[in-house]
Nanobody, 115 residues
Framework: QVQLVESGGGLVQPGGSLRLSCAAS????????MAWYRQAPGKQRELVAS???????NYADSVKGRFTISRDNAKTTVYLQMNSLKPEDTAVYYC?????????WGQGTQVTVSS
């Protein structure tokens, strides 16, 4: 049973855009708060954006105005649209599903922003 599968990472120049996708199982998608985290080498994993089943969202200050998290309930998929990318956005991006103390994680997808 595959619960979270990320895709869409890659290499992009500064100022460019990428869209990450996270396909979730139906039960996870309906009940859990979905989020994107990222982790750069030697750094702690940090929250990038989250979205609830009500479509309420929140963003890290560093990405606000540039990134947009959204969800497609029919496809049970959450997206992270990343615009105006900066080198400091370079990290492995992880899809997360959370309910109280329960957490599920995807395997991660690499995003590299370089000129």
């Amino acid at each position: 049973q595959v619960q979270l599968v990320e895709s869409g990472g890659g290499l992009v120049q500064p100022g460019g855009s990428l869209r990450l996708s996270c396909a979730a199982s139906e039960i996870i998608f309906r009940v859990y708060k979905m989020a994107w985290y990222r982790q750069a080498p030697g750094k702690q994993r940090e929250l990038v954006a989250s979205i609830r089943s009500t479509n309420s969202t929140n963003y890290a200050d560093s990405v606000k105005g540039r990134f947009t998290i959204s969800r497609d309930n029919a496809k049970t998929t959450v997206y992270l649209q990343m615009n105006s990318l900066k080198p400091e956005d370079t990290a492995v991006y992880y899809c997360n599903a959370q309910l109280a103390s329960y957490n599920h994680w995807g395997q991660g997808t690499q995003v590299t922003v370089s000129s």
